[in-house]
């Protein structure tokens, strides 16, 4: 056989395999509201950037059928491209090729496309439709679970990892998105569970749907499993380019930064009006954030978890910094279990990419109850307290109203190690709000007093005035300035350009032993 004709089969051979299984397995995958595997690729990558590997991997199983059908890619779509340039790394099911489930094959693939993400420093994202672990392979394809979820471990922290789901993902697959950094999610077509609807209930005699079980809005909501939850794979794989535009590409470089034309020392006299200076009446802190950060744009994490608090990647002049925020429009801002976890998850990326930290604090303590205490918010809390204490990216706090007792050391205090800490004229840190610290000071005077309503009014009072105006903490060193909030913006921005060439070392040792 001559070259040429050598090189007509292979074009032969590679049409074959980007065809896949054909066109009405094509429209069966489009008639559920999904795209396949390539189509999604060329969505997320740049134009005729990606470059696939292993193409014509085939499986060598046999049994049960498999002998006689052993497609190109084997289900699953490797290789590399970019996205604004950068190079990114991607893996997708098609879920066209035995429902995208997971053979030795298949396994392999991944395998080398995330040790060559690794070796290369550059992100990871892994497009998932699968159908969990191919049955007929057995337990060699449970072993490729191993080797993925052995490989997400060793990339977390290194380089930005992030799944997409857009299929289902039943079962141990389930947890090579828990092992990574952001989880996307489309509704009505993607669903995350480790037992599915069957079986739960022929176990409790439960009847759910997969979507009520473990749908996009359930794991946006209540879980706290995915980070961002869209209504079709478009929008969703628009918000990971952009997501990806905010991350360095590993842990040794910075994030990129982008062109501002929003000026650095932009007056924001709007926030006067936002925040109440009474810091009982609640208000929208995304007004504040939207009101600070480049052209009012942010991207929010876990937007629908644990509201009370507020975690977002936004640009101050251009640089990307984490914003963490209390949020008084719900639960008055208090931190509580999942608020805590949120928030120190968040921390700990920030820290791992570089990314330095902001926090807006207004926060009236922690949330009391029962079942917080027996939840655990001890050691959930002390997540939160243990993320900020082992940062070493710049670190501003910023108090804008309330700021009392535990809660306010935890939200990254002078204390805990924050480099530089600001608050606004209207703040009032304290152990405590005045009146519950004049019940406790002056029981016995309120209770021996003709009016103890008066009594409790005025002992509030004065405590406020001697322990809780807004320059006690700057007086001790605790605040490092009192500034008008319209200049909190060029505050911020000439404080982190300060704070750019900051370097820390932590302790020599093999890894801390965080709460759990």
Not at 137 to 147: D, Q
Not at 206 to 221: K, R, S, Y
Not at 340 to 352: G, L, T
């Amino acid at each position: 056989m001559s070259a040429q004709a050598r090189v007509a089969e292979l074009a032969a051979v590679r049409g074959q395999a980007l065809a896949g299984p054909g066109g009405e397995a094509t429209r069966a995958q489009h008639a559920k509201g999904k795209l396949t595997a390539r189509e999604r690729i060329a969505l997320l990558m740049d134009e005729g950037s990606f470059r696939e590997v292993e193409a014509l991997r085939r499986h060598r199983a046999t049994g049960f059928g498999l002998e006689g059908k052993r497609p190109y890619t084997d289900g699953v779509v490797t290789g590399w491209g970019t996205v604004e340039g950068r190079t990114v790394f991607v893996y997708a099911h098609d879920f066209r090729i035995f429902g995208g489930a997971l053979g030795e094959a298949h396994a392999t693939k991944i395998h080398k496309i995330m040790d060559m993400a690794l070796a290369a420093g550059a992100p990871l994202v892994s497009l998932n439709d699968g159908a969990g672990a191919r049955i007929q392979e057995g337990v060699s394809a449970l072993a490729g679970y191993g080797g993925i979820f052995t490989r997400n471990t060793r990339a977390s922290g290194v380089i930005p990892q992030i799944s997409v789901m857009m299929g289902p993902c039943a079962g141990g697959a389930a947890y090579s998105p828990a092992l990574t950094d952001f989880v996307f999610m489309v509704r009505e077509t993607s669903q995350m569970f480790i037992t599915g609807p069957d079986v739960v209930k022929a176990v409790t005699g439960e009847e759910i749907t997969q979507n009520g079980l473990g749908g996009a809005d359930v794991h946006a909501e209540t879980s706290g499993v995915c980070h961002f939850a869209y209504d079709d794979e478009e929008t969703c794989l628009a918000e990971v380019r952009y997501l990806l535009s905010l991350l360095p590409s590993n842990n040794r470089q910075a994030p990129p930064p982008a062109p501002c034309t929003d000026p650095a020392d932009r007056a924001v006299p709007k926030l006067l009006e936002v925040v109440p200076a009474d810091g009982s009446r609640p208000y929208d802190m995304h007004r504040v954030l939207e009101e600070l950060v480049d052209d009012g744009e942010l991207l929010e994490v876990h937007e629908r978890w644990a509201r009370n608090i507020i975690c977002a990647l936004a640009r101050l002049d251009g640089q990307v910094v984490g914003l963490v925020a209390s949020q008084p429009a719900t639960l008055a801002g208090v931190l509580d279990i999942e608020a805590s976890e949120k928030a120190a998850r968040f921390v700990q990326m920030c820290d791992a990419f570089n990314i330095p930290i902001v926090t807006l604090v207004d926060v009236p303590g922690f949330l009391p109850g029962v079942d917080q205490e027996h939840g655990g918010i001890i050691r959930h809390g002390a997540k939160l307290l243990y993320a900020y204490c082992n940062a070493t990216v710049p670190r501003i706090s910023l108090v804008l109203r309330k700021a009392y007792g535990g809660a306010y050391i935890v939200m990254d205090s002078q204390s805990i190690g924050a480099d530089l800490t600001y608050a606004w004229p209207t703040n009032e840190i304290a152990v405590m709000g005045a009146e519950g610290a004049a019940n406790v000071i002056f029981r016995r005077q309120i209770a021996a007093a003709p009016d103890p309503e008066a009594m409790r009014a005025r002992v509030a009072k004065e405590y406020r005035a001697e322990l809780m105006h807004p320059y006690y903490a700057a007086e001790r060193g605790l605040v490092d300035d009192v500034i008008d909030p319209a200049a909190t913006r060029e505050v911020l921005i000439q404080s982190l350009a300060m704070l750019r060439t900051k370097h820390a070392d932590l302790p020599s040792r093999k890894h801390g032993n965080p709460p759990q």
